[in-house]
């Protein structure tokens, strides 16, 4: 029979109902490889083995019962270290929080244990979800699957490398800028950033409020679709969250789309693309009209990406969402003053204003202060409405030319990162080098529309390839059907790198 590890999470969930395998046995196998392989890859900041093995137990006494044991029943999954928990840490990377300990529990990590899903630990990330390489946290740097010398992306870099490495079937992830599809492509993975809103928020520690959204990391697109299922829906604990009908998406994506209409969009697919990463958005169109697509060449004017003089990229959206988004750091992380909770210096201090600056000083890491400077800078007297109130009038624009795009079709397709995994430590130096990575992701976050990664292919150097398919408002459904078509066009082959295949 088939090992655990080697099956996907819809897969592994069937075998567990049908007693093939038990979700004790699946979870111990997950529990060993994390043993034997995380001191490598570090995808894990905290591991639950006890309390998973008891969760495990309570799904096989379950089975046992005959009772219905959910549509994640068994499957052992990962979460982000952003997400509180009242068990366990909730650290999200930062010397600021490495003691915390939630109160309560996120609605999304709630719906993940009510269909039955077996939580493995939390993984690790840049801090507060700031950077691109996951080099940013503060607690261990998390290495690539593929070659442990180059970064997973970021921010959810420890989720996709647990994913791609096997160290859990599935996970949760965090996206404000492309911090879930980043990471994915780079991994060679999946990853869904659902639309803003399909996903309450209540529990996820906020970064940038009006861009952050909880999404899925997985093996492949079926499998992403069901865990978009169990986390889906209104939440009243969440105002953002949107109170609209919610598909089953598990049991619609292998439908493919009738008619379908894909969109090239032209500001992304240029002469400085890499020419490895635009022969991957070729394949996958090709995919789409071998299944019947027809591909329409789209604009999106206020995405744009420039090249300067000396081949640097530049872009609106990109200038546009370090504003938005550092501006709502500065004020969602002004409660970390070590006088409520979080880090308080050990220091003797003369004032109330010493100990803010202190304790935020020991406490926060250098990208994490970056973000916070520019963002108070933005939101101050004589600066708000040159920088901020600009930022937000060009977000609307940007969000306008995708409703004026998806009125022609029904998906776009495009690159998901302009390149693929990079070594460690070679853009740490130069910030900006860094906030290009997310080039590509940023303007979905800013217009609030679903998007999805998903690999096409490993280039010359043996690392994985990634494009990316978005959709419109509350569109998932079409969304994860037509990337299933793409999937389905390039054989369903997972990549695995080397530290994921099962020893025999």
Request: proline share 5%; aromatic share 6%.
């Amino acid at each position: 029979m088939t090992a655990p590890r080697e099956m996907s999470a819809l897969a592994l969930r069937d075998a567990i109902a049908a007693g093939q395998v038990s979700a004790a046995e699946a979870t111990r196998a997950y529990l060993d490889a994390i043993e034997r392989q995380d001191g490598a890859i570090r995808a894990y900041t905290q591991v639950f083995a006890d309390r998973a093995m008891e969760r495990a137990a309570q799904i096989d006494a379950a089975r046992a019962a005959g009772k219905p044991l959910g549509p994640l029943g068994g499957v052992p999954v990962s979460i982000k270290d952003n997400m509180c928990t009242a068990w366990g840490k909730t650290t999200c990377a930062s010397k600021i929080l490495e003691n915390f300990h939630a109160p309560y529990t996120a609605t999304a990590v709630q719906k993940l244990e009510a269909a039955g899903a077996v939580i493995l630990g939390k993984t690790n990330m840049d801090e507060f979800a700031m950077g691109s390489s996951t080099e940013n946290s503060a607690l261990q740097k998390t290495a690539n699957p593929w070659d442990l010398a180059r970064v997973p992306g970021g921010s959810s870099g420890g989720a996709a490398a647990g994913v791609s490495a096997r160290l859990c079937a599935a996970a949760l992830g965090s996206d404000t800028g492309g911090s879930i599809r980043q990471p994915a492509a780079l991994c060679g993975c999946v990853g869904l950033k659902p639309t803003y809103g399909r996903v309450s928020r209540y529990g996820l520690v906020a970064f940038a409020s009006s861009l952050d959204q909880i999404g899925p990391l997985a093996r492949n697109v079926p499998d992403a679709a069901l865990m978009l299922s169990a986390i889906a829906g209104h939440d009243g604990h969440d105002s953002t969250s949107a109170d609209t009908p919610v598909a089953d998406y598990a049991a619609t994506v292998e439908r493919p789309v009738e008619g379908l209409r894909v969109g090239l969009v032209k500001e992304f697919i240029s002469d400085q693309l890499n020419g490895e990463i635009r022969a991957a958005v070729e394949k996958a169109a090709k995919c789409l009209t071998d299944a019947g697509a027809t591909l329409v060449e789209i604009s999106l004017p206020h995405s744009r990406i420039d090249v300067g003089a000396d081949g640097t990229l530049s872009s609106y959206a990109v200038a546009c969402y370090y504003i938005v988004a550092t501006a709502e750091a500065s004020s969602n992380l002004a409660r970390y003053d070590g006088a409520h909770y979080g880090h308080r210096t050990p220091k003797t201090v003369g004032d109330i204003i010493e100990l803010y600056s202190q304790s935020r000083a020991e406490g926060f890491g250098d990208e994490v202060k970056r973000r916070i400077m520019l963002g108070t800078y933005a939101l101050s007297s004589g600066y708000y409405d040159a920088h901020y109130l600009k930022a937000l009038k060009v977000r609307r624009l940007i969000a306008e030319d995708f409703r004026a795009a998806f009125g022609q079709v029904d998906v776009l397709l495009g690159p998901t990162s302009p390149e693929v995994a990079f070594r460690a430590g070679a853009k740490t130096a130069d910030p900006l080098t860094m906030y290009l990575s997310d080039i590509y992701t940023i303007s979905v976050n800013l217009a609030g529309i679903p998007a999805i990664s998903l690999p096409v292919g490993l280039n010359s150097t043996g690392l994985p390839l990634a494009v990316q398919l978005l959709a419109g408002i509350f569109e998932e459904e079409k969304l994860l059907r037509a990337a299933r078509m793409v999937e389905r066009g390039l054989g369903s082959q997972e990549l695995v790198p080397p530290a994921g295949r099962e020893e025999k």
